[in-house]
């Protein structure tokens, strides 16, 4: 105890332990992969240690008498408000390691969030509001290409209408959310699983992430759409037919510009299987695809994958929201894309540098905003569905952003959250005590796919009801006639740039 | 007739179980004073043990067999199956702690008293409303209560 490093007081918890409560039962212990708790011989009772707590709260959830708490220590340095106490800590670390600070989820760095500055419209006397319990309200939401105009032949004799158009293939969701990318590696299979089931039973789609798709999860597959990443892991042609779209990630909103990291020491049998890398090496995606640079080339991965899925597969980009993200979403919809993703910069990740996380890339309203017009103004915004990610946090969000401009949105972290996660960010670690980031046989027990793939399909049901409520509230029975339909929205409290860059009038105009 | 049914698969042993049961077999029926008081005292143990190995954790606690090794070697008639619920019923008064039913229990589901000689073996919470006290504790569907062939 005495000679321990002078910054090792400078933690971020403290384990508060009522010993009226606690009754030494070892529950905290068991479940804590970071060993904070530990039974103290000496002493014959269970003690912790303050300075290996990450905050996660499974001891506070577990522990069967209420006796714990976990409460952030209050910061003792002298108040600054340039040198903030995380930029002292970060600062001793990297002075103690020489490395590169590692995070895990979407940053918590204090940037608007523009989801709070704006406001949804009602219906009021005279046009009336719809009571979605009594009338038919339609959230059904197709993703794909849409033709300008179609095309119809009579049929001169019964005077029947066929349609000539050829449609391009399309993805049929019942409710406008999908579970994000999250790779099999990053979360563990138990949760693909219950992801996998999810999608299939409220009728909409998961994404698989860069970590290939495990042969057991191939009888989802109509309810998978399967990534192909920088890394290419786990890219076969099976793997490109198993789902129902295919999705070129290009960009992440955590980590603009670079590609995904996954430490070696989450990748044991299964997942090297599935990711056709060898067991405990680390898998790192290159930052760039190293046959896109350009539009162009792009156009050939695009072409080249709708070839090896026999054009069976609508192709998706997904994209990180940067500055000019506009114009490069109209590239990628002249590329022949049939939907856009746009990944905001408040994205969730399994691991990520934090300078980069909490510094690069933009908000998602405002690049989703940008990227609806400049696609109407091009005349193009038919040729593409627009996906919008990164920072969903409730049904709100997604009624706001359908009305901004998306087709549909992907939620990460409000999945993880589904099933226990509490954003402490140490996903990199592999250790994550509520058995979602880690592949540990021991840890990823503690999700049960039974109840993870309820919770997460009761997510998606309690979404869609708010969201029918809202829509009916603004007098509109189905989403369709919401998308981009900016007059339902009004900002709050927002300059006049941001207003015009979210397209939208200031409440009261 | 429905029984306990443990999942190795998804057993996290946080001996939770074992808490919910010590605390359903208490006169208080509060886990503080069950678990402080009445385990040293009263030799209070819970009828179920998590057992482990490795990375693989399992609950176990008495299977209601249909045919119990237990009650074929009880000495005392202290056992006895239950004709019309099935279950495998434990007479405290007329058990003489001999244990030859705890060498009989092929899966170690009995235990021994810690202070009296007597024996400790899961009842099914009988006559608790909510059914068995480790099933509703069982923090990640471990344990099951139903009926199965």
């Known amino acids: 105890m005495l000679f321990q490093p002078i910054n090792k007081n400078y933690h971020e918890f403290c384990i508060d332990r009522d010993p009226d409560l606690c009754i030494n039962c070892k529950v905290c212990v068991r479940q804590c992969s970071y060993e904070a708790h530990y039974w103290d011989e000496t002493r014959q009772k269970v003690m912790h240690d303050n300075t290996k707590c990450v905050g996660c709260h499974r001891c506070e959830a577990l522990c069967p008498t209420s006796a714990l708490n976990i409460r952030n220590k209050p910061s003792d340095f002298r108040t600054n408000n340039l040198w903030r106490p995380v930029f002292l800590q970060n600062i001793y670390k990297q002075a103690d390691t020489g490395g590169v600070l590692l995070a895990g989820m979407g940053s918590p760095v204090d940037i608007p969030v523009y989801w709070d500055r704006m406001l949804l419209d009602a219906s009021q006397v005279t046009n009336p509001s719809i009571d979605p319990l009594r009338e038919p309200m339609e959230l059904k939401t197709f993703l794909g290409a849409k033709p300008r105009k179609l095309d119809f032949s009579v049929n001169k004799k019964t005077g029947k209408a066929k349609l000539k158009t050829k449609l391009t293939p399309q993805l049929e969701l019942d409710v406008p959310i999908m579970f994000a990318a999250m790779s099999f590696g990053a979360i563990n299979f138990n949760l693909h699983r219950a992801m996998a089931r999810a999608a299939t039973e409220t009728g909409t789609f998961y994404n698989t992430g860069e970590g290939g798709l495990h042969k057991s999860l191939y009888k989802y597959g109509d309810h998978t759409i399967v990534q192909v990443a920088s890394g290419r892991f786990g890219v076969h042609r099976d793997y490109l037919k198993a789902g129902a779209a295919i999705e070129i990630k290009v960009g992440q909103g955590a980590k603009p510009g670079i590609g995904g990291h996954l430490p070696g020491e989450k990748i044991n049998d299964k997942v090297s299987e599935t990711r056709m890398v060898p067991i405990g090496s680390d898998a790192i995606s290159p930052a760039p695809h190293h046959d896109i640079y350009s539009i162009e080339d792009l156009l050939q991965l695009i072409y080249a994958l709708k070839e090896a899925s026999e054009y069976k597969s609508p192709v998706s980009v997904k994209i990180a929201a940067v500055h000019n993200v506009a114009a490069i979403a109209s590239g990628i919809a002249r590329a022949g894309a049939d939907i856009i993703t746009i990944d905001g910069m408040r994205g969730g990740t399994g691991a990520a540098p934090a300078m980069i996380r909490d510094n690069v890339g933009i908000p998602i309203e405002l690049a989703l905003s940008q990227v609806d017009q400049r696609l109407r103004d091009e005349g193009i915004r038919n040729n593409v569905s627009v996906v919008a990610a990164g920072g969903i946090r409730c049904s709100g969000d997604v009624i706001k952003a359908i009305a901004l401009g998306a087709d549909a949105v992907y939620i990460g972290t409000a999945t993880l959250i589904a099933v226990g996660c509490t954003i402490c960010g140490r996903c990199y670690t592999g250790k994550c005590p509520w058995g979602i980031a880690t592949n540990d046989t021991k840890l990823s027990k503690r999700q049960n796919p039974d109840i993870a793939a309820k919770k997460l399909a009761n997510l998606i049901r309690a979404w869609g009801h708010e969201i029918e409520e809202m829509l009916g509230g603004m007098g509109l029975n189905s989403i369709e006639s919401l998308r981009g339909n900016r007059d339902k929205l009004r900002g709050v409290g927002i300059s006049d740039t941001e207003l015009d860059i979210l397209g939208i009038k200031h409440a009261g105009r | ?149």
């Open chain 2, 1 to 149: 007739m429905k029984r306990v049914y443990p999942d190795k698969e998804y057993c996290i042993g946080c001996h939770l179980c074992e808490l919910a049961c010590i605390t359903a077999h208490s006169k208080s029926k509060d886990l503080i004073i069950a678990f402080r008081e009445e385990r040293l005292k009263d030799g209070l143990d819970s009828c179920k043990k998590v057992f482990e190995k490795g990375d693989t954790c399992v609950a176990i606690s008495c299977r209601h067999c249909d045919e119990p090794s237990c009650v074929a070697a009880c000495i005392s008639g202290g056992l006895h199956k239950d004709p019309e619920t099935g279950r495998t019923v434990y007479d405290r008064n007329k058990c003489v702690g001999c244990w030859s039913c705890l060498m009989a229990c092929p899966y170690g589901a009995i235990k021994r008293h810690p202070t009296e000689s007597k024996i400790i073996k899961c009842d099914l919470c009988e006559g608790r409303e909510e059914g068995p006290a480790c099933v509703q504790a069982c923090p990640n569907g471990a344990l099951k209560f139903e009926e199965r062939d």
